[in-house]
């Protein structure tokens, strides 16, 4: 067993073979709330689920928050196998997520002295989240200590980027970033915008296309032009759209050096304000620990 535990939560993305391999604890990043019945994602709702109910009637579909004590129980079962904790959570600046986790380490800290916790902002989210994560778990595979771990995934952070394009402004609206009658009108005339995670954790905008073809290759771009190497680790997400994500992964593999490319799902927690058929691609090159 590693020395390390790492947690994180859904909106990373780690498929669950890995998560079993890495022995890295998923737990999800908040309430799904659809026409008033609570759920919990990958629990008690599939993401495929979840992205149905979205289409059935986005205005039905919300989320809410964790609060500090399931993040309190989840540490104290870790605590349980290892004293030595890493929990990598989606940005601060996109959820409240690190904010309430901290409230948690606190109480965690005057039940427990001998548990050492750290809580880590991601700083992003989605594939870029995940390739963090599967950095840090690595580490501690190798039996690094919890300081070691975590300059693992500082390094990560430091090398990873994040690109998403969304296949329609539909349900942008979510967001807060334009009002429901303007992402339906922008939604009529097919833009897909094209954002960037920045250092801050929040997305920019950066263009926009008119087809997903056009999007594909913009992503390429944009990766070729912002990768230290054209030798690059992959992780892919998609809203609802195995299909999309495997288009994608081909033209990768026609334009990089991919040492891996892993698809996984992006979380309705997240995606219920990008809208089916989005998709997000994290990247970073070889990691030396």
Do not use: W
């Not at 919990?40 to 495929?48: A, M, N, R, Y």
């Amino acid at each position: 067993m590693a020395k390390v535990m790492v947690m994180t939560d859904r909106v990373a993305g780690i498929p669950r073979e890995l998560a079993e391999e890495y022995q890295i604890n998923v737990i999800p990043a908040a309430h799904i709330i659809f026409d008033g019945q609570d759920y919990i994602e990958g629990v008690t709702l599939s993401v495929t689920e979840a992205y149905q109910l979205i289409k059935k009637d986005p205005d039905k579909f919300t989320t809410s928050a964790l609060n500090p004590g399931y993040f309190l129980e989840e540490y104290q079962k870790l605590s349980q196998k290892s004293p030595d904790i890493l929990h990598i959570v989606l940005s601060s600046a996109l959820s409240a997520n690190f904010k309430t986790a901290n409230l948690a380490a606190e109480t965690l800290k005057k039940e427990s002295p001998k548990t050492n916790l750290r809580v880590f902002d991601a700083k992003t989210v989605a594939g870029a989240q995940g390739l963090i994560v599967l950095a840090a778990a690595r580490a501690a595979a190798q039996g690094k200590s919890l300081d070691e771990v975590v300059k693992a995934a500082e390094k990560a952070r430091e090398k990873t980027k994040g690109l998403m394009m969304l296949d329609t402004l539909r349900y942008v609206y979510r967001t807060g970033r334009m009002s429901k009658l303007a992402s339906r009108m922008a939604a009529l005339f097919n833009i897909k915008p094209i954002n960037r995670v920045n250092e801050d954790g929040t997305l920019d905008f950066v263009d926009k296309v008119r087809n997903r073809e056009a999007g594909y290759q913009k992503l390429v771009d944009l990766i070729k032009a912002d990768a230290e190497s054209n030798s690059l680790h992959f992780m892919i997400m998609h809203a609802a759209a195995p299909e999309m994500a495997e288009r994608f992964s081909n033209l990768l593999r026609q334009s990089f050096d991919c040492q891996r490319i892993l698809i996984s799902e992006y979380s309705p927690v997240m995606g219920y304000g990008a809208g089916p058929g989005a998709i997000f691609v994290g990247y970073h090159p070889d990691i030396e620990f």
